[in-house]
C-alpha cells in the first residue's frame, strides 16, 4: 500500500464527518419549520480494490469511508394516518359551527325566544276567553300573532342567510383546493427533475408534503407514490393530482333536494369534476362539513320550521273558522293565519282579521257574543301533542342534541388527529437530544481524522526528511 493511502483514507473521514456536520446542522437549523423531516446522512465504508493484476496484489484495508445518500425520514403509513384524522376532524368541527349558528337563529331557553313568543300568543287567547267583549284583549292577540309570525319569517331568512354563506365558503374553499392541488403538481414536477438530475430535492419533498395535508384538512384525500420521487392525491378514488397534472373542481347545484327536505325549495350542492361534470367524492375534510350542512342542517331546521308554521295554520284556523266574532252575522267563516302560509317564510295574519279585533273568533258559531268556548279551545293548544308548540320542542331538542353530540365527536377527533401528527412527528420531526448526540459523534469523529492525516503527515516527513525514501 502506498504512504499516501491513508491520507487518502483520512481525507475521506474530513469530507464525510464534515457533510454529515452540515446535515446535522440543517436539521437544527429547522427545528421549528413547519413541515421539515430530518435527515440522516447514510454513510458507507470505501473499500479496497476487486480488481485482479497479474503481478500484483492489492494490500489496502479500505480507503476510507462515503456518504452513500442522504435519507429523509418519513413513515408513510403515519403520514397517511394523519391525513384521515385530520379530514375526519375538519368535517367534524366545521359541522359542530355550522350547527352552533343554526342554533345561534333559535335563541332557546330565552325570554324573546320562539318559545316565549308562542306562550304569550295561547296566554293572549286565555285573556280572551276571560273577557270576551275587552277589545285589549284581542289586541294583544293580534300583537301575540304578528309577532309569532315575524319571528318564524326571520329564523327562516337567517337560516337562508346562513345557507348562502355556507355556500359561499365551500365555493372559497373549493378555489383554494384546486390551487393548492396545481401548485402539489408544480412541486411534483420540481422533484422529479431533482431526482432526475441526482441532486437532493428532500426540501422540496417538505414542501409538498406539508402541502398535501393541508390540502388533507379541506377536502378529504388518500395519496400513494408516484414515480420518481412524486406522489399522486385521490379523492374518492379518481387523481386529483398525478405526476404533474393536477384536475379541477367545481361547486354546483344540479338539482332541487328531494324527500325528506323537497318542500324547502333548496337546490341540492354539490362538489364536481370540472372536466366532465361528474360528482367528486367528498366524504371528509372542511367542503364535507360545508356540504352537510348545506344539504342536510340548514334544510333540515327550514323543514321542521315549516312544520311548526303549517302546524299553527292547521290548528287555529280549523277552530277559528267555526266561530265567529263579535258581530255573529258578519263575522263568522273567517281565519286567523293566511291559509297559504304554511311556511315558515309567508306566514301571516289574515286579512279577515288583521287590523280588525273585533272579527277575532272567540264564540262558538249561533252562540252569544260573550261565549268564549272557541278561545278557551284555541288556548289549550299549546298542550297539543300535535300542535305547534309540541313540533317546536322536538324541534329544539332534536337541534340540541345534535349539536352536542357533533361537538362532543369533534372534540374527541381532534385529540386523535394530535395523536397521529405526535406519532408522525416522533418519526420525522426533529430532536434535539438526538441531534446533539449526533452532533458530538461527527466531531469526534472528524477530529480523529485530521488527528489521523496529522500522524501520517509526521510519518512521511520523518520518511522523506530523514531517510530520503518515500513508500518503500
Known amino acids: 500500500m502506498s504512504s499516501f493511502g491513508a491520507l487518502t483514507t483520512a481525507l475521506s473521514g474530513l469530507l464525510t464527518h464534515r457533510r454529515a456536520l452540515d446535515v446535522v446542522g440543517h436539521n437544527i437549523a429547522n427545528v421549528d419549520t413547519a413541515g421539515y423531516s430530518r435527515r440522516r446522512a447514510d454513510l458507507t465504508a470505501t473499500g479496497q480494490s476487486v480488481v485482479p493484476a497479474l503481478w500484483a496484489r492489492s494490500t489496502s484495508t479500505g480507503n476510507g469511508v462515503a456518504v452513500e445518500g442522504i435519507t429523509r425520514i418519513r413513515d408513510e403509513f403515519l403520514e397517511r394516518q394523519a391525513y384521515s384524522a385530520h379530514g375526519a376532524a375538519s368535517r367534524l368541527r366545521?359541522?359542530?359551527q355550522q350547527l352552533g349558528r343554526i342554533e345561534q337563529t333559535l335563541p332557546e331557553p330565552s325570554d324573546v325566544g320562539l318559545a316565549a313568543q308562542l306562550n304569550d300568543f295561547w296566554a293572549g287567547w286565555d285573556d280572551v276567553a276571560n273577557n270576551p267583549g275587552s277589545m285589549a284583549g284581542r289586541i294583544a292577540v293580534l300583537q301575540h300573532g304578528a309577532?309569532?309570525?315575524?319571528?318564524?319569517?326571520?329564523v327562516d331568512a337567517e337560516l337562508r342567510d346562513l345557507r348562502s354563506s355556507a355556500l359561499g365558503e365551500l365555493e372559497s374553499l373549493i378555489a383554494e383546493v384546486n390551487s393548492m392541488a396545481a401548485n402539489i403538481a408544480e412541486l411534483n414536477g420540481a422533484v422529479s427533475r431533482a431526482v432526475a438530475a441526482g441532486l437532493d430535492p428532500h426540501?422540496?419533498?417538505d414542501q409538498r408534503d406539508e402541502l398535501v395535508l393541508q390540502l388533507s384538512k379541506k377536502i378529504g384525500i388518500e395519496t400513494r407514490p408516484g414515480e420518481h420521487g412524486t406522489v399522486d392525491v385521490l379523492l374518492g378514488g379518481s387523481s386529483l393530482v398525478r405526476g404533474t397534472k393536477a384536475q379541477a373542481l367545481q361547486v354546483t347545484e344540479p338539482e332541487p333536494l328531494g324527500p325528506p327536505h323537497a318542500g324547502t325549495g333548496l337546490d341540492r350542492v354539490e362538489v364536481q369534476w370540472a372536466i366532465d361534470g361528474y360528482p367528486a367524492s367528498v366524504r371528509s375534510g372542511e367542503a364535507a362539513g360545508l356540504l352537510e350542512t348545506l344539504n342536510e342542517h340548514v334544510p333540515r331546521a327550514i323543514g321542521e320550521l315549516d312544520a311548526v308554521a303549517a302546524a299553527m295554520v292547521a290548528t287555529?284556523?280549523?277552530?277559528?273558522?267555526?266561530?265567529?266574532?263579535?258581530?255573529?252575522?258578519?263575522?263568522?267563516?273567517?281565519?286567523?293565519?293566511?291559509?297559504?302560509g304554511t311556511t315558515a317564510a309567508t306566514i301571516r295574519i289574515s286579512a279577515d282579521v288583521e287590523g280588525q279585533p273585533s272579527r277575532i273568533a272567540a264564540a262558538a258559531a249561533g252562540a252569544g257574543a260573550l261565549d268564549a268556548s272557541v278561545a278557551q279551545q284555541i288556548a289549550q293548544l299549546f298542550a297539543d301533542p300535535a300542535g305547534p308548540n309540541a313540533a317546536y320542542e322536538t324541534m329544539i331538542g332534536r337541534l340540541a342534541v345534535q349539536t352536542q353530540s357533533t361537538a362532543r365527536r369533534s372534540d374527541i377527533?381532534?385529540?386523535?388527529?394530535?395523536?397521529?401528527?405526535?406519532?408522525r412527528l416522533s418519526v420525522s420531526g426533529v430532536n434535539l437530544d438526538e441531534e446533539l448526540t449526533a452532533l458530538i459523534a461527527s466531531q469526534r469523529a472528524y477530529e480523529a481524522s485530521a488527528r489521523l492525516m496529522t500522524a501520517v503527515d509526521e510519518a512521511l516527513d520523518t520518511l522523506v526528511n530523514r531517510t530520503g525514501l518515500v513508500g518503500r
Open 413 to 423: 377527533q381532534q385529540d386523535v388527529a394530535l395523536r397521529a401528527d405526535d406519532q
Open 147 to 154: 309577532t309569532v309570525a315575524s319571528s318564524l319569517n326571520r
Open 316 to 340: 287555529v284556523n280549523a277552530l277559528h273558522s267555526a266561530g265567529q266574532g263579535l258581530d255573529p252575522v258578519a263575522d263568522v267563516n273567517l281565519t286567523f293565519w293566511d291559509p297559504a
Open 94 to 96: 366545521v359541522e359542530a
Open 203 to 205: 426540501d422540496l419533498s
